[in-house]
């Protein structure tokens, strides 16, 4: 659909249970460009049996932020991966300011076409929607008991698995804690790329669908000036 002379790269920036995972699954696979969730990496990491994955489980489970240094050092290899090459599209990174500087060092403005949305949504929602999700064990593909049920009950749509998770940080506790880290952290992040004019702000209190329209439109437009 889209023609960029230069590689696409999507920050996708928003707080805890605005959508950006859902929505970064469905834009990647219209545009055929991967999707980073760092929230995904760290989980995976955070599943082994070591010290270092415990501490990074302890540290999501509090609702914190896990070290820059270890964040520098997982993004930096995955920006590597040959599949980052035509495009990729951010789900979490960066999250604060020293984030985003160390984000510009990796992606030269020269090289990639670099569009920063801000998913914006009232906090009342936004509790609602983490504490009422799940997601396939199997495919990751992601569902919520008030908004986004399975057409099937207890079958997954994309996979047809039978088996589904919930987040340990998904608590009513800890997303509390999770929105004070956003504005304590991430805030300043949309500062940083509004004063770039970067940044580029939705709507995601609408249906999935709406959002997602929003979304592909901004990015229909960037493409058409950028090609003028
Ligand atoms: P991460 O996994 O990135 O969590 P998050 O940013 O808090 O975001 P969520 O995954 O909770 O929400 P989302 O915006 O993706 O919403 P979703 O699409 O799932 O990070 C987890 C932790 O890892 C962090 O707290 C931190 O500890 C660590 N971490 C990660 N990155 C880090 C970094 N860069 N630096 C340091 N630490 C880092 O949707 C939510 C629900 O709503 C779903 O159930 C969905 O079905 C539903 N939904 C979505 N859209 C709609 C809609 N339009 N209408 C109705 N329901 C909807």
Not at 136 to 143: E, N, R, S, T
Not at 161 to 190: C, G, H, K, M, N
């Amino acid at each position: 659909m889209m023609r960029s002379r230069k590689p696409l790269v999507i920050i996708m920036i928003g707080p805890p249970g605005s959508g950006k995972g859902t929505q970064s699954s469905k834009i990647g696979a219209s545009l055929g460009i991967p999707k980073i969730s760092t929230g995904d990496i760290l989980r995976a990491v955070a599943s082994e049996k070591t010290l270092f994955a415990e501490s990074i489980r302890n540290t999501i489970s509090s609702g914190g932020l896990v070290s820059d240094e270890i964040l520098a050092t997982l993004i930096k290899s995955r920006l590597a991966s040959s599949d980052c090459e035509n495009g990729f599209i951010l789900d979490g990174y960066p999250r604060n300011t020293e984030q985003a500087i160390y984000l510009e060092s990796l992606l030269s403005e020269a090289k990639y076409y670099i569009v920063v949305v801000e998913i914006d949504l009232p906090e009342d929602v936004l509790i609602k929607r983490v504490t009422g999700r799940f997601s396939c064990k199997l495919c990751g593909a992601i569902y919520n008991k008030y908004f986004r049920e399975t057409k099937k009950k207890g079958v997954c749509d994309e996979c047809g698995s039978l088996e589904f998770v919930y987040r340990s940080d998904d608590s009513e506790v800890v997303v509390t804690e999770r929105l004070r880290e956003y504005a304590r952290q991430t805030l300043p992040v949309i500062d940083f790329y509004k004063s770039k004019k970067m940044l580029h702000k939705i709507d995601g209190n609408k249906t999935a669908c709406d959002v997602y329209t929003d979304l592909m439109s901004i990015f229909s437009q960037l493409n058409e000036s950028a090609g003028q």
